[in-house]
């Protein structure tokens, strides 16, 4: 993949990574809101995306799908895995500086692990494959 | 009923991410990010057949993880994360095709392992 090609890719990374996170912030402080549910019952879910910081993290989420749908037309998914997992040491980091939390050293060494599998990741060309899978799909 | 949550997520996501890469794969390369590029790739989506399989896998996820969420912490579906980043690098190599050396290996790896850490 040319220069530019690989910029394209980096970028759709970047908003894969950036809208998971928010996302997932936002409906899981919605969630704990609105309270327990397990049920099969459509209505309850229903009763829970009116909750604001649901549905801000649903519309979120939403463009996150999108996106990650873009990039995997473009990457391969062993490439993609490791390198939004990047999204962890963010949340974590934002946890640390923003939210003040403590931080143990084993979380630590599994922001350091993460890193590293990011960036060995990274080295990797982000597609393997030429056309459709040959394979079994 | 929490772990039987962690097992559908841990399944429907690996299904769903391994659909789609297959399904997005057919489509050809997105080539930028204008609403009509983005439109043109929804249009051919939703008669895709293995991104729909795809994103019901994940539907079903999101649903299973809403629940858990509402009873469990986050952390509670972590075992289930780490486990399937080395099945879906597993079946990218040998259901997709791709070309997974020691590198990506050891970075899913890694990943895995510092998934866990993060929750201590």
Known sequence: ?137 | MRWILVGIIAICNTLGDVLNTAGMKRQGEVEDLRPQTLAWMVRRAVVNPYVIAGIAAMAVSFFALLSLLSIANVSFAVPATAASYLLETLLAKYILGEDVRTRRWAAATLVAIGVVLLQF
């Open chain 1, 1 to 137: 993949m040319n220069a530019n090609g690989n910029r394209k890719t980096q970028l759709l990374v970047l908003i894969v990574v950036v809208s998971n996170v928010i996302g997932n912030v936002s409906l899981s402080h919605g969630m704990h809101q609105v309270g327990r549910i397990v049920s099969a019952s459509p209505l309850d879910y229903i009763k829970a995306f009116a909750n604001p910081w649901t549905a801000v993290g649903i519309c979120i989420l939403t463009i996150w799908m999108l996106s990650d749908l873009a990039l995997l037309s473009r990457a391969d998914l062993s490439f993609v895995l490791p390198v939004t997992a990047s999204g962890y040491v963010f949340v974590a980091l934002f946890g640390k500086f923003l939210l003040h939390d403590h931080i143990s050293w084993e979380r630590w060494i599994g922001i350091l692990l993460i890193t590293g599998g990011v960036i060995l990741a990274e080295e990797t060309p982000s597609r393997t494959t030429k056309g459709p899978p040959e394979h079994l799909l």
